[in-house]
Structure formats: C-alpha cells, structure tokens
C-alpha cells in the first residue's frame, strides 16, 4: 500500500509539474530514453533529440507493463502508437520518435538545440501568452469533446486579447510591420 502510494505519487507529479509549470518544458535526450525516461520525454512540452538518440518502454520484455509512463505517452502519439511500443517494448529511433511526434526535433547537438529554443522562447514571444497559452492547451486537449474544448479555449483567447497588454501591442506591431517590445502583461 505505502509503495502504491509513492509510486503514484512521483508518477502523478512528473506529469502535474510539466503541465502546471507555467513555462514551457524542453527535454534533450541524447541517448536512450527507457522507462521513465520515455515518460519524462513524453510529458514534456518540447523534446529535442540527437540523431542517435532511442526511446522504448521494455516492461513487458520484464513482465511488467509501463502502465505509468503509458500515461503521458498515449497523450503524446496517440493510442495505436503507444501500443506498438507498450504492447512490443521495441526501441524506437530517434527519426522514428520524431514521425510520430514524440520527438519535436532532431539535432546533432540536443542540448545546444535545446538551449536556442528555450532563449527563443524567452526572447521573442510574449510570455503572458505562452503562459495562458499552455494552461488553455492542456486544459482543451483534455476536454472529453471538441465542443469542450472550444469551451475552454474561446474565453481564454478572448482574455487573452481584451485583458493583456501583449496582445493590443502584438498586433499593433504586426500592422505597422514592426517588432513587439514585449511588457509581459
């Protein structure tokens, strides 16, 4: 019972923290990603990748399913996917990973690649978007229905555009053909 508890516990805050943290999350993985790893992969925002890089969930191989990381994976690539993974345990490459869209890039050198993409981030985007932006993105995707998930995401688009300072300013901006002087507000 106590290790049931703990497990969930650790499993349930991985994904809780990717999704609750306000900023993005961007994994380099230049390696094999097994397991958890492939969990932690999975329930990242960004995933950069080196060519050579591999992920798998061999439970079964062990007899034991990777119900856990399942969890984030099926969210990632979809049902069928993740079965082929889950269901064989086979080790998926680094190109493979990306068709699927478990991997958002591939780069000789993931962590510098890792590194450019979090400054791009934090330089050239409005981080009040982003920030509303990832809490409607997973709020919508969860939604049991489109129709849902319009629910979620129509109030939050309208907020974001009547109620910030970024947005007024970004378009503002983008018709005068200029760069945005981001407040973050």
Not at 19 to 46: H, K, M, N, R, Y
Not at 77 to 88: C, E, N, P, Q
Not at 132 to 152: C, E, F, H, N, W
């Amino acid at each position: 019972e106590e290790q049931t508890e703990l497990f969930w516990n650790s499993s349930n805050f991985m994904q809780h923290w990717q999704e609750e943290l306000a900023v993005p999350t961007i994994c380099a993985v230049d390696g094999i990603a097994t397991g958890a790893g492939c969990q932690w992969v999975a329930a990242s925002d960004f995933v950069v990748s080196s060519p050579q890089a591999s992920f798998c969930t061999p439970g079964v191989q062990l007899g034991l399913f990777c119900h856990t990381p399942a969890v984030p994976l099926v969210r990632a690539i979809g049902v069928k996917r993740a079965m082929d993974m889950l269901y064989t345990g086979r080790t998926v490459s680094a190109e493979e990973a990306h068709r699927f869209g478990l991997v958002t890039r591939v780069d000789e050198h993931p962590r510098h690649a890792a590194r450019e993409l979090a400054q791009e981030l934090a330089s050239r985007v409005s981080q009040v978007a982003l920030r509303m932006g990832k809490k409607t993105l997973y709020q919508q995707a969860s939604a049991p229905t489109v129709k849902d998930a319009y629910r979620i995401a129509t109030p939050a688009m309208l907020d974001n555009l009547h109620n910030t300072h970024d947005a007024r300013h970004g378009i503002d901006s983008f018709l005068q053909k200029k760069a945005p002087e981001w407040k973050h507000n």
